[in-house]
């Protein structure tokens, strides 16, 4: 019987629980299958048992989950907007927890201080809150220059007007969009965040941004008659790096496992550097 903690830490790690009936390993604990006949002696049982036990416990995924060094931390910060940043959330969750990424949903913009953000590796933005005051914005700028992650996404390139700095850290700043269902270009396959990804291909809002920064390095455009479109681009900011996409303005890209796929890549990358990871390995 799994006990109230296991149930609760179950999710958060990924974790599918079993009972001793249908795990090979607790069964062969319990009682070894017998061979010829003849049992093996309880203290050649109890041994085999322990060391079973023992590599499960020191497996490397079990070590790094029960430790957190693999289990990166991220905060996504939403708003009450059009685009309904917490249902994106419920559909991004479940997606990428077992994949040992955590969340935090907030609305609060009061929670992008020094304090707050030390506990994430990584800083997700899926909002359309329009200003940010100077002590949040240098908490936020600081974060990602000492090593955290930013992944603003879609219209989070329309985030904090007041913030030239914000717009110069994003990459860009949205203009305009229409609609329609299109396919992007692949046009850095061989980054990191691009690995083992096909392009994506969804119903979606056309940004068009403007504003651009040139210090960046594009993965994939979005392309029509007007020519290519930047979609999805990589930066740093002093030991951080920022992690850009123009997808996802509803539930139809949101639930596509091409986009779940792009994130996890985008998170992961961002969050390399993060100082926060080491502490709580530490």
Same mark, same amino acid.
């Given at each position: 019987?799994?006990?109230?903690?296991?149930?609760?830490?179950?999710?958060?790690?990924?974790?599918?629980?079993?009972?001793?009936?249908?795990?090979?390993?607790?069964?062969?604990?319990?009682?070894?299958?017998?061979?010829?006949?003849?049992?093996?002696?309880?203290?050649?049982?109890?041994?085999?048992?322990?060391?079973?036990?023992?590599?499960?416990?020191?497996?490397?995924?079990?070590?790094?989950?029960?430790?957190?060094?693999?289990?990166?931390?991220?905060?996504?910060?939403?708003?009450?907007?059009?685009?309904?940043?917490?249902?994106?959330?419920?559909?991004?969750?479940?997606?990428?927890?077992?994949?040992?990424?955590?969340?935090?949903?907030?609305?609060? +913009? #009061?929670? !992008?201080?020094?304090?707050?953000?030390?506990?994430?590796?990584?800083?997700?933005?899926?909002? @359309? %809150?329009? /200003? &940010?005051?100077?002590?949040?914005?240098?908490?936020?700028?600081?974060?990602?220059?000492?090593?955290?992650?930013?992944?603003?996404?879609?219209?989070?390139?329309?985030?904090?007007?007041?913030?030239?700095?914000?717009?110069?850290?994003?990459?860009?700043?949205?203009?305009?969009?229409?609609?329609?269902?299109?396919?992007?270009?692949?046009?850095?396959?061989?980054?990191?965040? +691009? #690995?083992? !990804?096909?392009?994506?291909?969804?119903?979606?809002?056309?940004?068009?941004?403007?504003?651009? @920064? %040139?210090? /960046? &390095?594009?993965?994939?455009?979005?392309?029509?008659?007007?020519?290519?479109?930047?979609?999805?681009?990589?930066?740093?900011?002093?030991?951080?790096?920022?992690?850009?996409?123009?997808?996802?303005?509803?539930?139809?890209?949101?639930?596509?496992?091409?986009?779940?796929?792009?994130?996890?890549?985008?998170?992961?990358?961002?969050?390399?550097?993060?100082?926060?990871?080491?502490?709580?390995?530490?």
């Amino acid at each position: 019987m799994k006990t109230k903690t296991q149930k609760n830490l179950a999710p958060r790690l990924g974790l599918r629980w079993q009972s001793a009936a249908a795990s090979p390993l607790l069964r062969c604990g319990a009682t070894c299958p017998k061979r010829r006949g003849a049992s093996l002696p309880a203290a050649v049982q109890g041994a085999t048992a322990f060391a079973l036990l023992l590599l499960t416990i020191l497996s490397p995924a079990a070590f790094a989950a029960e430790r957190g060094g693999d289990t990166l931390r991220v905060l996504f910060l939403g708003d009450r907007g059009h685009h309904k940043p917490a249902d994106r959330f419920a559909q991004l969750q479940p997606a990428l927890t077992p994949r040992n990424i955590e969340f935090t949903y907030t609305e609060a +913009m #009061t929670n !992008l201080n020094t304090a707050y953000l030390a506990q994430f590796d990584c800083l997700m933005i899926y909002a @359309n %809150t329009t /200003r &940010i005051s100077p002590e949040q914005e240098k908490a936020m700028l600081d974060f990602v220059a000492a090593g955290g992650g930013l992944a603003p996404i879609h219209c989070a390139s329309y985030c904090f007007l007041n913030s030239s700095n914000y717009i110069e850290l994003v990459g860009a700043q949205f203009r305009r969009h229409g609609t329609g269902t299109f396919k992007e270009t692949i046009v850095k396959a061989d980054h990191p965040v +691009m #690995t083992g !990804l096909s392009a994506i291909e969804s119903w979606d809002e056309t940004y068009v941004h403007h504003r651009h @920064n %040139t210090n /960046r &390095i594009v993965l994939a455009e979005r392309r029509d008659d007007s020519g290519p479109e930047p979609w999805t681009w990589v930066r740093e900011h002093g030991k951080g790096r920022v992690f850009y996409t123009a997808w996802g303005h509803d539930q139809r890209t949101w639930s596509n496992a091409g986009f779940h796929a792009l994130l996890e890549n985008g998170v992961r990358w961002v969050a390399a550097n993060s100082p926060n990871q080491l502490k709580r390995q530490n």
